[in-house]
């Protein structure tokens, strides 16, 4: 069996599954950010009165934090009167977490085998843990908190094996967002992806989070990094293998251009884009090693005087991290504002909202339209290097140019 | 019980292309409303706010594939119900969307060929059990997958809600 029928066999108590049956799992964790209010409001209507586990519920703050407005502060209230009155302890509230991905992984909820749902598509990052972590609406989180289990489609699987070495300044964004490009908004839809191969087995945890994470925007249900405790049989069947060559399929960057992450250009093919924002941060690429290479580029230079430059820190941990660090202090200099550890402009709700006509290239994870603000904005997604990079030079780049001594002056 | 029942009639408010994203059929920024019928104030609001004054009550919204793609927000299933959609029918769905829709009590019905064959004011009747739509102003008989008898139980209901809180209503009545 693959990982995503392994799991699911497990969590519906059968010894086989295969693709297309329905199952229903046991639930190891829920997870849900301020949507909790939606799924509240739903769990009061069925009337239960106590929620199945309270043990097994974490709910972190981070779309709108600290309350931009006095509706979402009455929300964040209601829940935390919910979350008191239930026994829920795994809470993260303004300031104790950041964004709900990132606080999941440092606390260590997630472990290999786990079924784990969320009211969040981006949960798929968590099989970068080896979890089947996977997104759903909050009415049917509220039968969650309610029964503890889930009916599940199993997912065929599509396999992943990623060879060669990254050249430089090109990273995991830069893999998935090709990938991305070749297979298409729908091209795992309903599917699990298992990502293997040398490359992705050097990879870093915050790197594979990056694999798991954008692989919903192709459309997968799940998405898996190796991991030691839980591995695919050698027979599993597979509906599909794509294979990788870092070093002849993606020699450089990759940028998805709007307003669709499918719409893939190598950073080369984008001649004279000025940028009015960056933006660094989000579930996809807020972490540490982001910040890192971000303070790598931004040390000894300036942001564009026509660019702003936003970064928002994973989690206070990531914050506090690169703070101890010495990457905000380089960041501050070279002219960047510092967001609090959140999701920031990336739902398009506050912290960096775009103008009709702006442009913006992030690190986060949707370019649809009006996604950080105006209909007639346009996001190019990106790299942390290419963000850092297009920062420095106002217009997007590859990194390699700014970083050039001959080139020192851009 | 709601009156939804698998026999829908009415017209196609609007043909939309593939991968339609959440974002687009439900900005993140009103993200922080809660109440339901609400939401259907900014159904397409950013890129065709003329769809939710042409949707009629039972009218459908047909698309290409890839339907809903994107923030598992429900709010944007909460939108196009509240709108007065009767269903939507599409060539393919996201996951999340699909769900959401089934669970609010919104019909979602795949039909590989539906934005091809119908026009907007065309009227339909689709039977979801079956998996055909019949399109009665071009006297077309469109194929589409019948919805899982497990959906359609809990379009029945009203959605997931009504649903559980019949079954968790029971042993206290019984």
């Known amino acids: 069996m693959t990982l995503a029928e392994k799991i699911l066999a497990r969590a519906s108590g059968r010894s086989r599954v295969a693709p297309d049956e329905i199952v229903v799992a046991q639930v190891d964790l829920a997870m849900s950010h301020e949507n909790a209010d939606l799924v509240r409001k739903a769990f009061l209507e069925i009337g239960v009165p106590r929620v199945w586990d309270p043990e097994k519920i974490v709910i972190i703050f981070d779309h709108r934090i600290p309350a931009e407005s006095e509706k979402t502060a009455a929300t964040h209230k209601a829940v935390r009167e919910f979350v008191r009155q239930q026994g829920i302890r795994h809470f993260y509230d303004v300031g104790r977490g950041g964004i709900c991905h990132q606080v999941l992984a440092e606390n260590g909820h997630v472990q290999p085998g786990m079924v784990v749902v969320g009211t969040d598509s981006h949960t798929t990052t968590h099989g970068a843990f080896g979890a089947f972590a996977t997104g759903i609406g909050a009415t049917e989180m509220a039968g969650v908190w309610v029964e503890g289990k889930l009916w599940f489609k199993v997912p065929s699987t599509i396999r992943i094996e990623v060879e060669g070495e990254f050249a430089p300044w090109v990273s995991a964004k830069d893999l998935i967002l090709w990938i991305i490009g070749k297979v298409g908004a729908a091209g795992a839809d309903y599917r699990a992806v298992e990502f293997d191969g040398s490359a992705v087995r050097r990879m870093t945890a915050a790197s594979r989070m990056v694999l798991c994470n954008l692989s919903m925007e192709m459309g997968a249900k799940v998405a898996f990094t190796p991991v030691m405790e839980i591995a695919p049989d050698a027979g599993a069947k597979y509906e599909r293998a794509i294979h990788v060559n870092l070093d002849y399929d993606i020699p450089e960057p990759q940028v998805a251009c709007p307003h669709s992450v499918d719409n893939v250009k190598p950073v080369s093919a984008l001649a004279d884009v000025p940028v009015h924002q960056a933006v660094l941060g989000s579930c996809t690429n807020g972490r540490l090693e982001d910040l890192e290479v971000a303070a790598c580029i931004l040390s000894g230079r300036r942001v564009h005087p026509q660019t702003r430059l936003i970064i928002i820190p994973a989690s206070q941990r990531v914050c506090l991290d690169a703070m101890r660090l010495g990457y905000l202090e380089t960041l501050i200099e070279a002219g960047a504002i510092v967001n609090p550890p959140g999701c920031g402009p990336c739902v398009g709700v506050h912290q960096g909202i775009l103008a009709a006509g702006e442009v913006c290239i992030s690190s986060t994870n949707r370019n649809f339209i009006g996604r950080m603000g105006s209909k007639d904005s346009f996001v190019y997604l990106a790299s942390p290097a290419v963000v850092a990079a297009s920062a420095v030079a106002g217009r997007i780049i590859h990194p390699e140019f700014v970083m050039a001594k001959e080139n020192a002056h851009v | ?174």
Not at chain 2, 3 to 13: F, K
Not at chain 2, 29 to 57: G, Q, V
Not at chain 2, 93 to 111: D, H, T
Not at chain 2, 144 to 150: E, G, I, N, S, V
């Open chain 2, 1 to 174: 019980m709601s009156d939804a029942t698998p026999i829908l009639r009415g017209r196609v408010a609007a043909v939309l292309g593939p991968n339609i994203d959440t974002d687009v059929i439900y900005p993140g920024r009103y993200l922080n409303i809660t109440d339901r019928e609400k939401t259907a104030e900014h159904l397409f609001e950013l890129a065709w706010p003329e769809i939710r004054s042409r949707i009629r009550p039972g009218d459908f919204i047909v698309a290409a594939a890839n339907f809903g793609c994107g923030s598992s927000r429900e709010q944007a299933a909460a939108a196009l119900k509240f709108s007065g959609c009767g269903a939507v029918i599409a060539a393919s769905f996201a996951r999340i969307f699909f769900r959401n829709a089934i669970n609010l009590g919104l019909p979602a019905l795949v039909s590989p060929s539906a934005a091809i064959e119908c026009r907007e004011g065309d009227e339909l009747e689709i039977d979801l059990a079956a998996g055909e739509i019949h399109n009665l102003s071009r006297n077309l008989t469109i194929a589409a997958a019948p919805l899982d008898p497990r959906a359609i139980e809990l379009i029945r209901s009203g959605g997931l809600i009504p649903w559980l809180k019949a079954k968790y209503a029971a042993p206290a009545a019984g």
